[in-house]
């Protein structure tokens, strides 16, 4: 069976050594005779794959024991809503950073709910770039900084964060979340969609550090609580068993690829082989990211003309390549590289890249 080249946005590829363990798992698991979806929430079998998903999750970002993780369901999208419900209190201003669609969104949630405000934002260049956090005011009435660490519509990455002293730092990193190494210490919270970087739709990760906790008003809905989910283990109600059994797989296998250092430096080589051929197109292809914004998750281009552009997208649909289509806010072309596409899907993509550009 010839797999496709997947370059999607989200959902988007799994590692195929998961999906093939999950497929000979798929009837029977563990000699339990069902499979993992047949399981109890309740049970000691679900209850291992539950714990393990958490315990590999920690180990692989280096998570200390200052932080809880969360498997919760309602997306990134319930995050931006969830977070200052929690976290925004009534006499303070929430301070968000905007860089792309889903930063308007979070923002517009933090609205309804409280004081927000933009404190920096690329929108009038397109979000062609990550602003600088080297001067930001922040008063001492801010409640947290909000910011998106890859923009995977717009294909921008921040590359370094803020820091901050006394202000949570909280970020989406729904389309970068273990891509690479990063200092968990320096953020009060993180949230991520598992549809891009770590399994399945269904499963939302959030880390949360436990100081945090304590701020949490009580009337908030029990569902919509960050501290019931924390007194639960995840287990408050059902939670989505079979996404997070493909974590805990897609967790096991990065472990396999060299844990974050080898996953870090093969995403570089991948996107770095994409930019390249771009870089050396004479400007056939147009990057929209500048330069020292560009994401090594979502790399974003255009052809000379919107005919070439669909052109291209349409031949490369011929050729086995899925997913390279923009996002239809910004048109287009888009290659979503997450940490399981592998460099041969890269490779195949620059070669007919080249090819495609020398004939037109
Ligand atoms: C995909 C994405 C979202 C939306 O995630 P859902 O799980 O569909 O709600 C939010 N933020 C970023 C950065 C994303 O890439």
């Not at 419900?85 to 409280?114: H, M, P, Q, V």
């Not at 009580?218 to 109600?237: A, C, D, M, R, W």
Request: proline fraction near 4%; charge should be neutral.
């Amino acid at each position: 069976m010839q797999r496709a080249f997947n370059f999607n946005a989200g959902p988007s590829a799994l590692p195929l050594e998961v999906l093939q363990i999950a497929q000979a798992e798929f009837l029977n698991y563990n000699g339990t005779g069902m499979s993992v979806m047949e399981l109890s929430h309740r049970s000691n079998e679900y209850d291992k794959v539950h714990q393990r998903a958490k315990t590999s999750f920690k180990e692989l970002l280096q998570i200390s024991d200052d932080y809880e993780v969360l498997f919760l369901q309602g997306g990134a999208s319930l995050q931006f809503s969830m977070l200052p419900l929690n976290l925004l209190a009534k006499d303070k201003t929430a301070a968000y950073i905007l860089t792309g669609e889903w930063s308007e969104k979070a923002f517009k949630e933090a609205k309804k709910l409280g004081h927000a405000k933009v404190i920096a934002s690329s929108q009038e260049e397109n979000y062609t770039y990550i602003p600088s956090h080297a001067n930001l005011s922040l008063s001492s009435q801010t409640a947290y900084l909000h910011i998106t660490s890859n923009n995977t519509i717009y294909g921008t990455q921040w590359h370094s964060y803020p820091e901050l002293v006394d202000i949570p730092l909280i970020a989406d990193m729904s389309s970068d979340i273990l891509s690479k190494k990063v200092n968990i210490d320096q953020f009060s919270l993180i949230y991520a969609g598992a549809q891009k970087n770590l399994g399945p739709a269904g499963v939302t990760v959030v880390i949360i550090k436990k100081e945090l906790l304590t701020k949490i008003p009580e009337h908030i809905p029990t569902f919509l609580n960050y501290g019931t989910h924390v007194k639960q283990n995840s287990l408050y109600n059902t939670p989505p068993t079979f996404s997070i059994y493909i974590l805990a797989l897609v967790l096991d296998w990065v472990k396999n690829q060299g844990g974050l250092d080898g996953i870090e430096t093969r995403n570089k080589e991948k996107a770095s082989l994409i930019y390249q051929c771009i870089d050396k197109s004479d400007g056939f292809y147009t990057p929209h990211a500048k330069q020292d914004s560009r994401s090594n998750m979502n790399i974003t281009f255009t052809l000379p003309t919107e005919e070439l552009t669909n052109c291209f997208l349409s031949l490369a649909k011929e050729n086995g390549f899925s997913g390279l289509n923009g996002h239809r806010s910004i048109g287009g072309c888009r290659a979503s590289i997450y940490n399981a596409v592998p460099l041969e899907s890269c490779q195949a993509l620059v070669k007919f890249m080249e090819k495609f550009r020398q004939i037109n």
